[in-house]
């Protein structure tokens, strides 16, 4: 292999580490609080984040980050204390977002071939830079979750009972949403902003099949991200196809092959 292969094969498999522990974390929180269409949500109305890197010549990971924080956080006062209009919310911020970024692109002169990669996914889009940059990103949240693990545990499980012993919520459901949009800054450079929702629920489902404790489920999501990553990344290399679809592609199909085996297993166990 030549020498910039083996460069992107190694800027691959410290992404996978990295967008695995961030999917794993912020994966549990999504599951178990049933955020997974606030995700979706924060994921395409991040689009407009790269329309404005690309329209004003800016850092676009760094212009992703700032808007996509802006829109959930936007998103997170909204429905904070409304949760059951949060879906007329999410959507007209999602629809927005996208808006923002079409017209943009559309207003930038020149060709803008980078651009699907952002859509399904590019490790080619990922430099030294990035890395270091998702490196950081991926520190910051596991230093939030630390400090605040108990708390979140308890609101992911109950948040009247949570209220009542004291906790803030609306800080923690705020802190929440800020670590969605950190962790879809980081995996649309992975699988792309129209695959993102898939990576942050599929594994959290799968884990939670076995998982007794939300430490367990966090470790378990992790191992599936990770698996379906390398995997993935291998299938894309092999068979030069976009990073982003292949991963999703291994993740269905190991969850798939995972849920028959365990259904069948419990059926010859029952006899």
């Known amino acids: 292999m030549s020498p910039a292969t083996i460069e992107l094969l190694k800027n691959a498999m410290i992404i996978s580490v990295l967008t695995s522990i961030v999917c794993g974390i912020v994966g549990t929180l999504v599951y178990s609080n049933r955020l997974t269409f606030m995700a979706g949500g924060i994921a395409h109305a991040a689009y407009g984040g790269i329309g404005l890197g690309i329209f004003f010549n800016k850092n676009i990971l760094a212009t992703l980050l700032i808007f996509t924080l802006c829109m959930s956080l936007i998103m997170a006062l909204l429905t904070n204390k409304q949760r059951e209009k949060s879906d007329s919310v999410i959507g007209l911020l999602w629809a927005g977002g996208m808006a923002l970024g079409i017209i943009l692109l559309d207003l930038t002169p020149g060709y803008h071939g980078d651009i699907m990669s952002y859509l399904f996914g590019s490790i080619l889009i990922v430099s030294n830079e990035n890395i270091l940059f998702m490196l950081i990103l991926t520190i910051l949240t596991i230093l939030i979750v630390l400090l605040n693990y108990h708390k979140f545990e308890a609101i ?10 004291g906790i ?7 802190l929440m949403i800020m670590l969605i949009a950190i962790a879809v800054v980081m995996l649309i450079q992975l699988v792309g902003i129209i695959l993102v929702i898939a990576l942050l629920s599929i594994p959290p489902y799968l884990s939670s099949y076995s998982a007794k404790t939300m430490k367990s489920m966090i470790l378990m999501s992790f191992l599936w991200s990770l698996i379906s990553c390398i995997l993935g990344m291998t299938v894309s290399f092999s068979l030069n196809l976009s990073s982003g679809a292949s991963i999703i592609a291994v993740s269905v199909f190991l969850g798939f092959m995972y849920l028959v085996f365990k259904k069948i297993f419990m059926k010859i166990a029952e006899k």
């Open 156 to 165: 992911s499980f109950d948040h009247e009972f949570a209220a009542a012993r």
């Open 168 to 174: 803030n919520v609306s800080l923690l459901y705020l």
